[in-house]
Every structure is written in C-alpha cells, then in structure tokens.
C-alpha cells in the first residue's frame, strides 16, 4: 500500500470514529476493524450511518471536497510520486497533511477538520497578522487580509529560496487589485519591473491607479493567461474570478505569456507568480517557451483543482528537469497552498 492510500485509510478510519456510534465501537471494536479490512479489499470504506445521509443531503459535503477526495482515491499513485520531486521534509509533511485534510473534510466540514489536521499558520496567527496590516490596508484602499498575506506572512515569497529580488521583472499572473503587482514592486525596486495581468476591465483601472505610485514600474496586461489567443467568459464571486466554460460572464481577451514576451520584447523574466482559479494549467502550457528559455522563480497556487498538486509539478519538471519543489500554505484551513519552483 502508497502513502497516499495509507493516509487516506487511516483518515477514513479516524472519521469513522469520531461518529456517535464511537461507543459502540469501542464496544465492538474486533468486529468493526474486521468488517472494515474486509469492506476496503473490495474499494468500500465502512462509515456510521449520520454521515452517509449527510453526504446524501450534500449538508457537509460541498461538490468540491467530495472531488478532491475522489482524486486521492483514483490517483493515489500520482500523490504518491510528488513526494520525491520536492526538496524538503516541511513540504511532505503538508502533503501528509492536505491529504488528510482532504479526506476528511466532506465529513466533518472545514471547522472539525481544521482542528483535527491544523495548518502550520494557526488561525490565530492569521487573525493577528490582519490586525497588523490595518493601517497599510488603509494607506493602500486594500483589504486587510489581502495586505496581511503578502507583507506578513510571506505569501509567494519563500525566503532566501524563491522570492523577488531587486532588478527582477516580475509577471504577476492574476493580479486582481494590485495587491501583489504593489508588494512586487516592493521588492524589485526601481530597477525592476512588473508586468500586472488581469483580464476584468473593473480591476484593470484599480492596478492602474495602484501602478501611478509603484516603487518600480508596473505595466498592466489586460489579458486573461490562457494557451492559445482568443475569447473567455469569466463569472466574478468575491475575491475569485473563474473561467466559464458554459459561456455565461463577461466575456474577456486571452492571450499567451510566451506571445505577450515576444510581443512586447522583454528580455528576462525572473519571476512568475500565477494564482488564477484553477486555470494554471492552462496559463503554464502557454508559457512553455519563456519558463524553458528564461528559467525563472516561479511561485504557482495548486489548491483549485484537486489534481494540481501533481499535474502541476509535473508539468513544470517535463519544460525544465532541474527544477527543485517547495511547498508551503497561507491559511490555517486548506487554501493558499503555493508550489515553488527553483531552477
């Protein structure tokens, strides 16, 4: 049995007995690990009878966390090759623990995993550091704990390993209101420069106005990355801009990373953060020929899909071999997972 499969049992049987029948199977508890030895030969797991109906009823269960489960299940052995590919133990214990984490979430809901699988960043931590950024989250018209994530906690930024240095030109892949184009322009200094991609007209005017007082310069791409030129809908909820497939959104220009260097002749390209809702995979295959020619830093989300853990680092080791992996997370529940990329 892999890793991830053991993993994954041993969280099933965690859950399991965390149900209302615990007692009994206390009570019982020769009977109950036969029966469920038995019932996983066969692809089963055996659960109290409260959370099959709430699954049922989609109560604790959102359509994504019973994804990500079904992923651990069906491709164990691609979790289980990730493991080699990164450089660290602080980076296969997230692993270990976003397996877990996955696996239990449908049946507990986020609150009850967390506590049973906490993140390295505590929850208090991640409120302490939202209270630390209120006044730059004011001098910036930002929201705090978008402020707190990138100036306090390090998000895209894995010290003395993968990070922005001065002189860089950055490609902020996702840039939403600025946030991240403004703390890379930090970084990189005068001497640099960022290049700010986001597609929606509403956020293009805001890094915009952001841009106007940049350490560094700062050019917006008003393009949504994709691997080929064209047309995509984007629907808007929150924070979270997403690619529609089914036609319904605004409707927005796509373009290449690769087109948009050749286009606009830029020369290196040191570092690509790229946090785009699911759409990395896309985004990274048309920027095929800048990460082979340039071998820049790359700081990538892998938590919106429930194979980006192993599709993603795949992908970047088949355009450049001596890529070495870090993984680090930026919420104490399951979000803000970042893979970085060290040639």
Not at 325 to 337: A, C, I, K, S, V
């Amino acid at each position: 049995m892999g890793r991830t499969q053991k993993l994954v049992d041993e969280t099933l049987e965690m859950v399991a007995n965390m149900g209302p029948d615990a007692e009994v199977k206390k009570e019982c508890k020769g009977v109950y690990r036969t029966l469920a030895s038995l019932l996983r030969r066969f692809g089963h797991t055996l659960l109290p009878a409260e959370y099959a109906e709430r699954l049922k009823a989609n109560q604790v269960a959102p359509k994504r966390a019973a994804g990500m489960l079904r992923e651990l299940i069906t491709a164990h052995e691609e979790f289980d090759a990730i493991y080699p590919l990164l450089a660290d133990q602080e980076s296969k214990e997230l692993v270990d623990r976003l397996i877990r984490f996955r696996t239990a979430w449908g049946f507990l809901g986020s609150e009850r995993t967390t506590r049973l699988f906490p993140a390295p960043l505590t929850l208090e931590r991640y409120e302490e550091a939202i209270k630390a950024c209120s006044g730059k989250s004011s001098q910036l018209g930002i929201p705090a704990k978008y402020v707190a994530l990138l100036w306090e906690l390090g998000h895209y930024s894995l010290k003395g390993v993968c990070e922005v240095e001065p002189g860089d030109t950055v490609m902020d892949i996702g840039a939403f209101r600025g946030d991240s184009a403004l703390f890379f322009s930090e970084k990189c200094g005068s001497a640099g420069k960022v290049y700010a991609f986001e597609a929606l007209p509403k956020h293009v005017a805001e890094i915009q106005a952001h841009a106007n007082k940049a350490d560094c310069p700062i050019e917006v791409v008003p393009f949504a990355a994709w691997d080929e030129p064209g047309r995509l809908n984007i629907t808007s909820s929150g924070g979270e801009s997403t690619v529609n497939m089914n036609g319904e959104g605004d409707g927005v220009d796509a373009e290449t990373i690769d087109n948009i260097v050749r286009d606009r002749e830029i020369a290196t390209v040191d570092f690509i953060k790229m946090d785009i809702e699911g759409a990395e995979i896309r985004a990274l295959k048309g920027a095929e020929r800048t990460i082979v020619e340039h071998k820049p830093k790359l700081a990538i989300s892998v938590y919106h899909l429930a194979d980006d853990l192993y599709t993603i680092p795949n992908l970047l080791k088949a355009f450049n071999p001596d890529y070495t992996f870090y993984l680090r997370q930026y919420h104490p529940r399951h979000d803000e997972t970042v893979l970085y990329a060290v040639p």
